[in-house]
């Protein structure tokens, strides 16, 4: 059993520092040139700012919620069975979470000016909402108190539950639309086609940076989950003198 | 395994004849819920016709978090769910054994609802065929995923307000594809059925075949 102040050395608290300061910047530049640097669209004029960020967002839940089905298999299939990744289970479905209502937002407050409508029943929207509820309960069930393994076997073969679900939901939201009026509004897709030069890289920016911005609080989760359990099974008193001791270090 | 899954089934259902809860609880909620419905949507006879299969999806899924908490209340009692872990059964044959007595009932419901239905929302009945495939395809795939999350839930403190939040989200293709199928059948359109319902079977096959490969463990740690 790891001691506290072994778990946090371990993290490399100025690695982590130095990480979370370059996803800063990254961020702040692609606002910035999101903003101020790109022109506006021929066609979506300045709406098209809102896309330096809404892609990167949902690529960045996707990838949250691809590691956490990942580590839920890991943790299931008895030789890979360890307790990190159930701990990286959880952590990722929480920024996964985090953010799909993110996406959900930024989606919408484009949405509304481009198709005339704060929601339109695309595959991919209906979709997207869905597994923004799926994993709430997740991560509600993953709070439900209980002993560690017992816990982390029901979460993860909730989550796999919930990643089989996903497909299925696609498909046949896909097709639902399919049969119905196909839309007439902009089809999201066709954007990529307007994507040249400072545009583009600004997004690739985008999508750098919130990666690194998924890494920096993937970490900080998993620390503090590790921190969680350690507190449950050695007691709150050696978490708080271990904590202490590594503040005065550095 | 199919020994035991009628077993568990068997007693599961002369538990229900004999207590009569679904039929005085489950059945008359399932109307309540209908008839609410009609209230929501107004009097207008062709818009309740024309939302009666979604309508209809609805009040059944709903009745369903009934019946699974149902199937798993009566577990709890007087340590029968130790019982049924020591019992020596394959743990995937009471799952079979729980999800068809779900089943069974959620179809001696939709035999009523579809009643109920027809009389209330002036739908039209044709299609029969479709209709009932519709509803046997459907039920397993929601009682499977029901007799799953219900055992997640089962022993949690918080299981009343889990379930749903779990359940719900899971269930909503066989809500899309069986509404759609319905939609079809009862508009004599049987022919447009047909994708939805290899949906429904392809959707109650998957979480079937997940539920007897993980019932066994989550019965083991609740």
Same mark, same amino acid.
């Given at each position: 059993?790891?001691?506290?102040?072994?778990?946090?050395?371990?993290?490399?608290?100025?690695?982590? +520092?130095?990480? $979370? =300061?370059? /996803?800063? %910047? !990254? @961020?702040?530049? *692609?606002?910035?040139?999101?903003?101020?640097?790109?022109?506006?669209?021929?066609?979506?004029?300045?709406?098209?700012?809102?896309?330096?960020?809404?892609?990167?967002?949902?690529?960045?839940?996707?990838?949250?919620?691809?590691?956490?089905?990942?580590?839920?298999?890991?943790?299931?299939?008895?030789?890979?069975?360890?307790?990190?990744?159930? +701990?990286?289970? $959880? =952590?990722? /479905?929480? %920024? !996964? @979470?985090?953010? *799909?209502?993110?996406?959900?937002?930024?989606?919408?407050?484009?949405?509304?000016?481009?198709?005339?409508?704060?929601?339109?029943?695309?595959?991919?929207?209906?979709?997207?909402?869905?597994?923004?509820?799926?994993?709430?309960?997740?991560?509600?069930?993953?709070?439900?108190?209980?002993?560690?393994?017992?816990?982390?076997?029901?979460?993860?073969?909730?989550?796999?539950?919930?990643?089989?679900?996903?497909?299925?939901?696609?498909?046949?939201?896909?097709?639902?639309?399919?049969?119905?009026?196909?839309?007439?509004?902009?089809?999201?897709?066709?954007?990529?086609?307007?994507?040249?030069?400072?545009?583009?890289?600004?997004?690739?920016?985008?999508?750098?940076?919130?990666?690194?911005?998924?890494?920096?609080?993937?970490?900080?989760?998993?620390?503090?989950?590790?921190?969680?359990?350690?507190?449950?099974?050695?007691?709150?008193?050696?978490?708080?003198?271990?904590?202490?001791?590594?503040?005065?270090?550095? | 395994?199919?020994?035991?899954?009628?077993?568990?089934?068997?007693?599961?259902?002369?538990?229900?004849?004999?207590?009569?809860?679904?039929?005085?609880?489950?059945?008359?909620?399932?109307?309540?819920?209908?008839?609410?419905?009609?209230?929501?949507?107004?009097?207008?006879?062709?818009?309740?016709?024309?939302?009666?299969?979604?309508?209809?999806?609805?009040?059944?899924?709903?009745?369903?978090?009934?019946?699974?908490?149902?199937?798993?209340?009566?577990?709890?009692?007087?340590?029968?769910?130790?019982?049924?872990?020591?019992?020596?059964?394959?743990?995937?044959?009471?799952?079979?054994?729980?999800?068809?007595?779900?089943?069974?009932?959620?179809?001696?419901?939709?035999?009523?609802?579809?009643?109920?239905?027809?009389?209330?929302?002036?739908?039209?009945?044709?299609?029969?065929?479709?209709?009932?495939?519709?509803?046997?395809?459907?039920?397993?795939?929601?009682?499977?995923?029901?007799?799953?999350?219900?055992?997640?839930?089962?022993?949690?403190?918080?299981?009343?307000?889990?379930?749903?939040?779990?359940?719900?989200?899971?269930?909503?293709?066989?809500?899309?594809?069986?509404?759609?199928?319905?939609?079809?059948?009862?508009?004599?359109?049987?022919?447009?059925?047909?994708?939805?319902?290899?949906?429904?079977?392809?959707?109650?096959?998957?979480?079937?075949?997940?539920?007897?490969?993980?019932?066994?463990?989550?019965?083991?740690?609740?």
């Amino acid at each position: 059993m790891s001691t506290p102040a072994r778990v946090l050395a371990q993290d490399r608290p100025a690695a982590l +520092r130095v990480l $979370g =300061a370059i /996803a800063l %910047v !990254g @961020v702040a530049a *692609t606002v910035w040139l999101g903003l101020f640097v790109t022109p506006p669209d021929q066609f979506m004029g300045n709406l098209v700012r809102l896309l330096y960020i809404h892609p990167p967002m949902a690529w960045v839940a996707f990838l949250a919620y691809g590691i956490a089905t990942l580590a839920s298999l890991l943790y299931l299939w008895p030789r890979t069975r360890a307790e990190h990744f159930d +701990r990286l289970a $959880g =952590a990722s /479905a929480e %920024v !996964g @979470v985090v953010f *799909t209502g993110l996406t959900l937002v930024s989606g919408s407050i484009w949405g509304r000016p481009t198709w005339g409508a704060w929601w339109v029943w695309d595959p991919l929207l209906t979709t997207t909402a869905l597994l923004f509820v799926l994993y709430l309960g997740y991560l509600a069930l993953r709070r439900v108190p209980g002993e560690f393994h017992v816990r982390a076997r029901r979460s993860a073969i909730a989550a796999l539950i919930a990643f089989i679900d996903v497909p299925i939901v696609y498909f046949s939201v896909e097709w639902w639309r399919s049969l119905h009026q196909a839309p007439t509004v902009l089809n999201p897709t066709t954007h990529k086609t307007y994507v040249h030069g400072s545009m583009f890289w600004t997004l690739m920016l985008g999508f750098v940076s919130f990666t690194l911005v998924y890494a920096w609080l993937m970490v900080h989760r998993y620390r503090l989950a590790r921190l969680q359990d350690l507190e449950e099974t050695e007691g709150l008193e050696v978490a708080i003198e271990e904590r202490r001791a590594e503040g005065e270090a550095g | 395994m199919l020994r035991d899954a009628v077993l568990v089934a068997g007693k599961d259902l002369r538990i229900e004849i004999r207590s009569r809860v679904g039929l005085n609880q489950i059945g008359p909620f399932a109307i309540a819920v209908l008839l609410l419905f009609g209230l929501a949507l107004g009097p207008d006879r062709r818009v309740l016709a024309s939302a009666s299969a979604g309508l209809f999806w609805v009040a059944v899924l709903l009745s369903t978090l009934l019946a699974v908490q149902r199937s798993y209340a009566i577990e709890s009692a007087d340590a029968a769910r130790d019982g049924l872990r020591l019992s020596g059964l394959d743990p995937a044959g009471i799952f079979l054994g729980k999800a068809s007595a779900v089943a069974a009932q959620l179809l001696v419901l939709e035999a009523g609802l579809t009643v109920g239905v027809a009389l209330l929302y002036g739908a039209h009945l044709s299609g029969a065929l479709v209709l009932i495939a519709a509803c046997v395809a459907g039920t397993l795939g929601l009682a499977a995923v029901g007799t799953l999350y219900g055992v997640v839930a089962s022993g949690l403190r918080t299981r009343e307000t889990l379930l749903p939040l779990l359940f719900l989200p899971v269930v909503a293709p066989v809500l899309l594809a069986a509404t759609k199928a319905w939609d079809a059948g009862l508009a004599g359109r049987q022919g447009h059925a047909a994708g939805w319902l290899d949906v429904l079977v392809v959707f109650a096959v998957l979480y079937i075949a997940i539920g007897t490969v993980a019932f066994g463990p989550l019965l083991e740690d609740g």
